[in-house]
């Protein structure tokens, strides 16, 4: 999912410039599909995990747990992997400006969250887009990414904590923890959806150059 939603590369037509632009990103998403693979499958756990106690199988629920948590344990290896990679490539400057670009001269990302709200496509309220908007102006998509990873880490020793007494728990425990685990990967995946709706959806056709005013910065629905 991450290799098609994530990021958006002209397509080469050929040209060496677009042809080191592609491979840029490949090598960039790379890590990131690796990633988004081990998340995904924690949330699958999660889910089944709920499944399980529903049906009174703790022993199995913790199993559940235990898989989750070694999946969002090597999540976070593959993103800081891209991380890292971006930033020894030079890959932030060239994405952000074609962000800008695609924007006519400010990345479009509260304008393209909102269009994506509206259709669907992720759940985000008045709060979050102007999160995901101010990181994007502070620190571009590093800052936005960045925040995504250090969110998962956190919430990785989080789940790892459970996990290691989860065959002890008992009712009082499983009641409320395991709806603030699966909140907790929810928020998370739905900051990093946030995220590639951007790098997907913004990068349409290059917009007029337009200067930013102060109820366009500031001002979400």
Not at 33 to 39: D, N, R, V
Not at 45 to 53: A, V
Request: hydrophobic content about 40%; glycine content about 8%.
């Amino acid at each position: 999912m991450s290799r098609i939603c994530n990021k958006a590369p002209a397509p080469p037509d050929g040209s060496v410039t677009d042809q080191s632009l592609q491979s840029l990103y490949e090598r960039v998403d790379g890590p990131i599909a690796t990633g988004s693979a081990h998340f995904m499958r924690a949330g699958s756990e999660l889910h089944l995990m709920h499944s399980d106690l529903e049906l009174g199988d703790a022993r199995k629920a913790a199993l559940r747990v235990r898989c989750a948590a070694a999946a969002v344990r090597t999540a976070p290896v593959e993103y800081r992997t891209s991380h890292r990679v971006a930033q020894e490539l030079g890959f932030y400057p060239v994405h952000d400006e074609r962000l800008r670009l695609a924007g006519g001269g400010v990345a479009p990302v509260r304008e393209t969250l909102r269009a994506a709200r509206e259709a669907n496509l992720v759940q985000l309220d008045r709060v979050s887009i102007e999160a995901v908007a101010r990181r994007h102006e502070e620190g571009g998509d590093e800052a936005a990414f960045g925040h995504f990873v250090s969110e998962l880490t956190a919430f990785s020793a989080e789940l790892e904590g459970f996990a290691a007494q989860a065959t002890q728990a008992g009712p009082a425990d499983w009641q409320p923890l395991a709806w603030q685990l699966l909140t907790g990967f929810d928020r998370i995946r739905i900051y990093g959806q946030a995220l590639a709706v951007v790098n997907i959806l913004a990068m349409g056709s290059p917009r007029p150059a337009r200067t930013p005013t102060a109820s366009t910065a500031s001002t979400a629905p």
